[in-house]
């Protein structure tokens, strides 16, 4: 089933319990939380404090992408905060199947993200252990970025490793996934769809479900 993962990055901070429901009763059937540090990427969003504050909020997932340069060294204030999901960048993670390893020993979910940079080749060794693999269609670090179609050619690639070897991870995309673009992504592979600016439209409750109606609309429609 393709799924909204709603990206908090682009609500109202000030409103975010308001902001998550609205974005569920649209749709959306997770949390996505990017959390930044401003040195991996440049900008700094949220931390662990944040994820504690909207736990008691939602009962849907919280999917947490760690763009951050030592994400071992976070993995256990995210599970004591409440995260469901943790996603690390594969550039960043020296011993990257130790920490899936720990990741899933702390109760969460393990998930690994490349960059468009780098090649789907690199998570062969661990996708036995993966919630689901995030392809980056733009580079981290800003939200409302143009798509980059080079993501399409790695979407099929899992797939196709996917069935080759009997997985059954999932596939998210994250970057520019829009109502212009989301239809390509879905009939490429990914089925789990992370959009933010596409979706909330902050001070107006109404037109954040009508965007997210749209947008799963159109996703549920390329996915038959």
Same mark, same amino acid.
């Given at each position: ?93 020296? @011993? ?9 020993? @702390? ?76 239809? =390509? ?27 997210? =109606? ?11």
């Amino acid at each position: 089933m393709v799924e909204l993962a709603f990206s908090i990055l682009a609500a109202d901070f000030a409103r975010l319990g308001e902001e998550i429901a609205t974005a569920e009763r649209g749709g959306g059937t997770i949390v996505h939380v990017d959390v930044m540090d401003g040195h991996f990427v440049p900008n700094i969003t949220f931390g662990p404090p944040v994820v504690k504050a909207i736990r008691p909020l939602t009962k849907l997932p919280l999917d947490c992408h760690l763009m951050i340069e030592n994400p071992d060294a976070y993995i256990a204030d995210f599970a004591a905060a409440g995260a469901d999901i943790l996603c690390v960048h594969q550039e960043v993670c020296r @011993h990257l199947h130790r920490t899936l390893q720990q990741i899933a020993v @702390h109760g969460m979910k393990p998930a690994v993200v490349i960059n468009p940079a780098t090649p789907v080749e690199m998570l062969i060794e661990v996708l036995p252990m993966l919630h689901h693999v995030l392809i980056m269609s733009v580079n981290p670090g800003f939200g409302g970025q143009k798509f980059l179609p080079l993501a399409l050619d790695k979407i099929a690639h899992l797939v196709e490793l996917r069935e080759d070897l009997g997985l059954n991870f999932r596939i998210e995309v994250d970057g520019g996934v829009a109502h212009d673009t989301v239809a =390509q992504v879905v009939e490429a592979g990914a089925d789990m769809l992370v959009a933010g600016s596409a979706i909330f439209a902050p001070g107006n409750p109404d037109k954040t479900i009508a965007n997210a =109606q749209e947008f799963l609309k159109l996703a549920r429609a390329a996915a038959k």
